[in-house]
Nanobody, 123 residues
Framework: QVQLVESGGGLVQTGGSLRLSCASS????????MGWFRQAPGQEREFVAG????????DYTESVKGRFTISADNAKNTEYLQMNSLKPEDTAVYYC????????????????WGQGTQVTVSS
């Protein structure tokens, strides 16, 4: 079993920054890849960024490239999402998720999820 706990959400103005954290615990073999997803009201959950624990391979959705950076601290079992130049359209509940192997963009292929943290960007 894997437990994920997000933190770092909040309210920020357009152009501001936030750093989300995802602390993980449990069986390491179940955490081959970590992903960040977001879900705005009335919309489907969408992939934001992902990273593989071992090799550090990363993937980003097009709308956040150059603004968001995903990273992982293996010693702390913590994944981060640094979000810069935030826009109102980034407003959503952000979730971290884990799966056994490589990073994929389909949320249905992630076995473990955190409870989510709200990010609100005001205009």
């Amino acid at each position: 079993q894997v437990q994920l706990v997000e933190s770092g959400g909040g309210l920020v103005q357009t152009g501001g920054s936030l750093r989300l954290s995802c602390a993980s615990s449990g069986r390491a073999s179940s955490r081959g890849a970590m992903g960040w997803f977001r879900q705005a009201p009335g919309q489907e959950r969408e992939f934001v960024a992902g990273i593989s624990w071992g090799g550090g391979n990363t993937d980003y959705t097009e709308s956040v490239k150059g603004r968001f950076t995903i990273s992982a601290d293996n010693a702390k079992n913590t994944e981060y999402l640094q979000m810069n130049s935030l826009k109102p359209e980034d407003t959503a509940v952000y979730y971290c998720a884990a799966r056994r192997s490589i990073v994929v963009r389909n949320p249905g292929q992630y076995e473990y999820w955190g409870q989510g943290t709200q990010v609100t960007v005001s205009s």
